[in-house]
C-alpha cells in the first residue's frame, strides 16, 4: 500500500520557522515530482511548492517565495519544506503529494498520491 506521512507541524509564532517532513512508503518516488499543498479553514486546497525527480527544478507559490525551501531525499523516499519566517497566513493544513509524472505541476490533478495532512498554526 501506497503512503506519504507528513510531520513537523505544530504552532509558532509570526516570523519562527518550522521544517515538515513526508516519507513515502510503498514503493519509491525516485522517479517522482514531489509538492506541497496546504488548505486554510474554509478555503480551497492551493498549491505552494514542487520538486521535480531529480531535484533539478522548483517551484513556488509567490507568497512564500524567499521564505520556503523544498528539498528531497531520494535515498530516504522523503520530501522536506523548509517554512521561515511565518506568517499568520500560512495557517493551514499541510499535504504532500507525490505524482507518478518526474516533472511537478501546480494542480491537485498533477499528482496521484496524498497524505493525510499535518497542521501549521502562526500566531500574531
Known amino acids: 500500500q501506497v503512503q506519504l506521512a507528513e510531520s513537523g507541524g505544530g504552532s509558532v509564532q509570526a516570523g519562527g520557522s518550522l521544517r515538515l517532513s513526508c516519507a513515502g512508503s510503498?514503493?519509491?518516488?525516485?522517479?517522482?515530482?514531489l509538492g506541497w499543498f496546504r488548505q486554510a479553514p474554509g478555503k480551497e486546497r492551493e498549491f505552494v511548492s514542487y520538486?521535480?525527480?531529480?531535484?533539478?527544478?522548483?517551484n513556488y507559490r509567490n507568497s512564500v517565495k524567499g521564505r520556503f525551501t523544498i528539498s528531497r531525499d531520494n535515498a530516504e523516499n522523503a520530501v522536506y519544506l523548509q517554512m521561515n519566517n511565518l506568517k499568520p497566513e500560512d495557517t493551514a493544513v499541510y499535504y504532500c503529494?507525490?505524482?507518478?509524472?518526474?516533472?511537478?505541476?501546480?494542480?491537485?490533478?498533477?499528482?496521484?498520491?496524498w497524505g493525510q495532512g499535518t497542521q501549521v498554526t502562526v500566531s500574531s
Open positions: 510503498g514503493r519509491t518516488f525516485s522517479n517522482s515530482a
Open positions: 503529494a507525490a505524482s507518478l509524472k518526474a516533472l511537478g505541476g501546480v494542480l491537485d490533478r498533477d499528482y496521484d498520491y
Open positions: 520538486i521535480s525527480w531529480n531535484g533539478g527544478r522548483t
